[in-house]
């Protein structure tokens, strides 16, 4: 649950939603609209395989400073060695899928973000049409790249 926790506030930013506002304050009111939030699960996956990335990098770097330090147990550190940057290798792959796999959920739910040139005209213009005149696009030269579709996993 702590890792639930500390990668859910980017989703719930993303896509607002199951909460109410309380002097200034955001309380959590439909635990279940939180869970079912497709901002989520990309998210969520994107924080835990990030973890194991590090993780293995960080047990193949103690590993390597005792072989540096000849230490006795050689053949234990490159055992740790090897588990560290296979786990890692393998995490990543899922890593990048995970991170591409956010720029689809928010093209649905802020197409303004990803949006070609047609998509942002139609939302300022709808913008404009519902609050008036202004500017409701993200600030310029803030464009995010193409999303490229899951191809890797699927």
């Given at each position: 649950?702590?890792?639930?926790?500390?990668?859910?506030?980017?989703?719930?930013?993303q896509n607002?939603?199951?909460?109410?506002?309380?002097?200034?304050?955001?309380?959590?009111?439909?635990?279940?609209?939180?869970?079912?939030?497709?901002?989520?699960?990309?998210?969520?996956?994107?924080?835990?395989?990030?973890?194991?990335?590090?993780?293995?990098?960080?047990?193949?770097?103690?590993?390597?400073?005792?072989?540096?330090?000849?230490?006795?147990?050689?053949?234990?550190?490159?055992?740790?060695?090897?588990?560290?940057?296979?786990?890692?290798?393998?995490?990543?792959?899922?890593?990048?899928?995970?991170?591409?796999?956010?720029?689809?959920?928010?093209?649905?739910?802020?197409?303004?973000?990803?949006?070609?040139?047609?998509?942002?005209?139609?939302?300022?213009?709808?913008g404009g049409?519902?609050?008036?005149?202004?500017?409701?696009?993200?600030?310029?030269g803030r464009?995010?790249?193409?999303?490229?579709?899951?191809?890797?996993?699927?």
């Amino acid at each position: 649950m702590p890792t639930y926790g500390s990668g859910d506030h980017r989703p719930l930013l993303q896509n607002p939603v199951g909460y109410r506002m309380d002097n200034g304050v955001a309380r959590l009111t439909d635990f279940g609209a939180l869970l079912s939030n497709p901002s989520l699960w990309d998210a969520l996956g994107h924080v835990l395989t990030a973890g194991l990335v590090a993780a293995g990098f960080f047990m193949a770097g103690v590993s390597a400073y005792h072989f540096i330090r000849r230490t006795p147990e050689a053949e234990f550190f490159r055992r740790s060695m090897r588990l560290g940057l296979a786990v890692a290798a393998i995490a990543v792959v899922f890593l990048i899928n995970f991170g591409f796999g956010q720029f689809e959920v928010l093209n649905q739910v802020q197409p303004a973000k990803l949006g070609d040139a047609a998509q942002r005209a139609a939302i300022q213009a709808a913008g404009g049409a519902r609050f008036g005149p202004g500017d409701y696009l993200p600030p310029h030269g803030r464009r995010w790249p193409e999303t490229p579709r899951r191809q890797w996993l699927s």
